[in-house]
Structures are given as structure tokens and as C-alpha cells.
């Protein structure tokens, strides 16, 4: 699944168009349309994807009930810093957010949506309006699952 990171730096920016209102996944929010019209809830690999994205597009602090919840990636995008430390903080928004999500989630009966291990995080390319980033985690299910998170721009 690859989503979209906004940037802050104009949020009418046209470039805006034709993405995602949500700007994550194809603007899902743990729901799926099947082929004959009707709306379901998604459930296992397509689930932990969604919500993978979900909290890594959120700003950390942005839930009021669970100030954990999210990532500081959007803060990342147009700073000025060393490449080096940028692919380093990247790294670690992307790690700490899928540590809450492991332990929001530590209790889901589906083993498809929690996370075992994350097994790679390579960050693609850097722009100055923002940055790709491909992972992968493995489910305690034992399925792989990548992602790839993309600046709007692109």
C-alpha cells in the first residue's frame, strides 16, 4: 500500500489534486469497496496496512485520548539537516510508531494485524518537500507486508 505524507508548507498547494483527501492508502479508512459496490470492513494484512498508514501520517500528540498515537514524519519534511541524522530520525519516527502500534494492538485476535517484526526500513530518496521510504514487517501470522510512504508531491 503506499500513502502520502502532506507537507505543511501550503495546504492549498495544487499539487494536492488528485491525491487522497485522507492521504493514505486510496482514502480508506479500515474499509474496503468490493467489486459488486458494497462497503466491508478489511480485515488481516489489508488492515494492519491501513493502519500502518494511519499512524504514520498522524502527528504525534494529534489524538487527544491517546497522545502517543503517531509520528513526527511531516516535521522531518523541509528541514535543514544533516542527510545523514534526516535518514536517521526518519528511521527512528517510523520505528517508535509502529512500537505504539504493536502495543495498541497487542490484544487483537487477529494475528494477521499485529506486528512481529519489522525486518527493513529504506529510505529511497530525500526531496526538499519530502522523502519515500519503503518497509516491511512480518505479522505474528508470519505473512510479509511492505509499504512504501510518499511525499504529496510525487
Known amino acids: 500500500m503506499d500513502f502520502y505524507l502532506r507537507t505543511r508548507k501550503d495546504p492549498n498547494n495544487?499539487?494536492?489534486?488528485?491525491?487522497?483527501?485522507?492521504?493514505?492508502?486510496?482514502?480508506?479508512?479500515?474499509?474496503?469497496?468490493?467489486?459488486?459496490?458494497?462497503?466491508?470492513?478489511?480485515?488481516?494484512?489489508?488492515?494492519l496496512k491501513q493502519s500502518m498508514a494511519k499512524i504514520l501520517v498522524t502527528d504525534a500528540g494529534?489524538?487527544?485520548?491517546?497522545?502517543?498515537?503517531?509520528?513526527?514524519?511531516?516535521?522531518?519534511?523541509?528541514?535543514?539537516?544533516?542527510?545523514?541524522?534526516?535518514?536517521?530520525?526518519?528511521?527512528?519516527?517510523?520505528?517508535?510508531?509502529?512500537?505504539?502500534?504493536?502495543?495498541?494492538?497487542k490484544n487483537n485476535p487477529d494475528l494477521d494485524e499485529q506486528i512481529e517484526t519489522l525486518t527493513a526500513i529504506r529510505i529511497r530518496n530525500v526531496y526538499i518537500d519530502g522523502f519515500d521510504v519503503s518497509f516491511n514487517v512480518i505479522t505474528r501470522a508470519g505473512n510479509s507486508v511492505s509499504s512504501l510512504v510518499l511525499p504529496v508531491g510525487n
Open 14 to 47: 495544487s499539487s494536492h489534486e488528485g491525491k487522497p483527501p485522507t492521504f493514505w492508502g486510496q482514502g480508506e479508512n479500515d474499509l474496503a469497496i468490493e467489486s459488486n459496490g458494497d462497503i466491508s470492513l478489511v480485515q488481516g494484512v489489508e488492515c
Open 62 to 105: 494529534a489524538n487527544t485520548f491517546f497522545p502517543a498515537y503517531g509520528a513526527g514524519l511531516q516535521d522531518l519534511i523541509g528541514q535543514k539537516m544533516d542527510i545523514d541524522y534526516l535518514r536517521a530520525q526518519i528511521k527512528l519516527e517510523i520505528i517508535d510508531a509502529l512500537r505504539i502500534y504493536q502495543y495498541i494492538n
